[in-house]
């Protein structure tokens, strides 16, 4: 009986188990942080440790020369930092736009053309032009490249996330609302604005971050359209890709190479400066908006 | 008046009567309302569609002349050539073995683990324990690739990584790991499985939460052991969030997260044999090597291939439980 009313304090594994499966967890959240601390360690090494000892957890010497530096080439990473901040920021917002009045429109069930939109929108989603034709057509056709642009519009619009929006309008938005709008004779456009969007936020969060984290960390349109006599235009994802080829460029023709241009490239510890700086916004928030990427999850599992 | 005109919307949206494709006012503003998104993929999903017919013409670029006119004027339709040379290269049969061989084991790791993490992690009697062990490991989700490939180059790095320095003060010989084609698939399953397996985990978890609570209830009455729970109500429960993913998964058997294969690897040439899949193919078919027809060829391919795979998964699941399916 005593069972039957609390069973979810009986139903627990023993004390056992639970220090087995606690500690193993506690292993594995070790193990998952401890190649940021690491690097953030590298980043806070002298140069002369780097060199006599390698990478260490504990460098002989501490060292801030690293983040001197960064601040030091200014014009270069500096810009770099601004780029990422913007490209984040326009296209989060563009990105909300589309992704918001699409999943609006599709989630209106008297709207005429909704089974055509419907598969108009999945129809990519199943099948792509690929990498060649996209490129040809972004560069050629839509002059995208070594612009901010081909950086921003891309990535900007998604049908997973039009769908998430879409089955949240129709969950949580009652009709009813929609309807007075109507009745009160505003047109869609008002509705969606005054009525839809103030009671969308957590959805409207949720991809807005969603969208934030991707463009933050996006490099792969920077490689495809950036040039490398356009470093102003270059992102700090792009940035750290195009250390890493120059150093490995330098690794196979060493002897090409005088100290001149080296000094250009930056330090083993600058480097990893870098990564801190792209990282740490990320370690810092995203426990915050965990929960808003688990709610959104599970809004998009939810068929429609 | 007013009221006429409510009356009409009202009854317009609550019972739609239309004859042939007749659009209300009310579809016009949302037509309005989504032309931008349309735009967007009329310009960045459609347009591309077309470009499609490179694959099947000898790409020729015309002096001082736009793509278009290259494409369609300038340049000769050659039929299946393009795919022809394509399966003449000795790269296909390594890059298709690659990009599936990864793909299986990451869908057979992603699948496995997750799953018992998920349960045992609902198992852990502290909640602020769980929360925070399930917070950390929800860390490598969030990063790219390019930051990841540092993280391994500080490890792997032949003169300073840590691995190697470790090796030295156990006496042992240091490994040039970026030479070493053989440790790496081993290297890239756990560099996968260790930036995803947390934010599965916290998708089976999300599940096995939302599962009613008197299910297991009645189990314990019933005297059911920890397993025979698990066996018969956790994972039962599951199916639908498994299948689902696991047609995506599959459904995108041919095609690879490029920044993995790429960047983690650091592009070094000795590992290709074991790290260079369709996606890495294709980006330096174009970029490097401004080899059109194979680019395209390949890039085709994996396109078809992959829809293929999306249908014919969703129709196996579908078979299998007509609950699961996707569409």
Known sequence: ?304 | MHRAAATRSLSASAKPRRRGLGLLLDDFELILLSLPSILWYLAFCYAPLFGLVIAFKNYKVAPGKGFLYSLFVRSKWVGFKNFEFLFKSPDVAIIFRNTIGYNLAFILIGLVLPVTLAILISQVHSSRLAKGCQTAMFLPHFLSWVVVSYFVYAFLATDRGLINSLLKSVGGETITWYQRPEYWPFILVFLNTWKTVGYSMVVYLASITGIDQSLYESAVIDGATKWQQVKGITLPMLRPIISILFIMNVGHIFSSDFGLFYHATRDSGSLSAVTQTIDVYVYKALMERSNYAYASASGLMQSVLGCVMIVASNYIVKRIDPESGFF
């Open chain 1, 1 to 304: 009986m005593k069972a039957a009313k609390k069973p979810w304090v009986f139903n627990k594994v023993g004390p056992i188990p639970n220090a087995l499966i606690s500690a193993l967890f506690i292993a594995l959240a070790l193990g998952t942080l401890l190649p940021l601390v690491f690097v953030v360690v590298i980043s806070f090494s002298s140069e002369a440790s780097i060199v006599a000892k390698g990478y260490s957890f504990i460098p002989m010497e501490w060292s801030t020369a690293a983040y001197d530096y960064l601040l030091d080439t200014s014009n270069y990473i500096g810009r770099a930092f601004v780029n990422s901040i913007g490209i984040t920021i326009t296209g989060t917002l563009l990105g909300l736009m589309l992704i918001s009045t699409l999943g609006y429109t599709i989630s209106r069930p008297s709207f005429r053309l909704r089974g055509v939109y419907t598969a108009f929108i999945f129809i990519p989603m199943m099948f792509s032009g690929g990498l060649v034709s996209t490129y040809m057509v972004n560069t050629q056709v839509f002059g995208l490249k070594n612009t901010y642009l081909a950086l921003i519009l891309p990535g900007a619009c998604s049908t997973w996330y039009a769908i998430i929006m879409r089955t949240f309008f129709q969950t949580t938005i009652p009709d009813s609302i929609i309807e007075s709008g109507k009745i009160d004779g505003a047109s869609q456009l008002r509705i969606f604005v005054r009525l839809v969007l103030p009671i969308s936020l957590p959805v409207i969060a949720t991809i807005g971050l969603f969208l934030t984290f991707a463009y933050w960390n996006a490099w792969y349109g920077a490689m495809l359209y950036l040039d490398s006599s356009h470093r102003d235009l270059y992102p700090l994802q792009y940035v750290l890709v195009s250390i890493q080829n120059s150093i490995s460029f330098m690794a196979r023709n060493e002897e090409y190479f005088t100290s001149e241009i080296t000094k250009t490239i930056p330090t083993e510890s600058s480097r990893m400066a870098i990564v801190t700086v792209v990282v740490l916004p990320i370690a810092c928030s995203y426990p915050f908006f965990q929960r808003y990427f688990i709610n959104g999850l599970t809004i998009g599992a939810v068929k429609g």
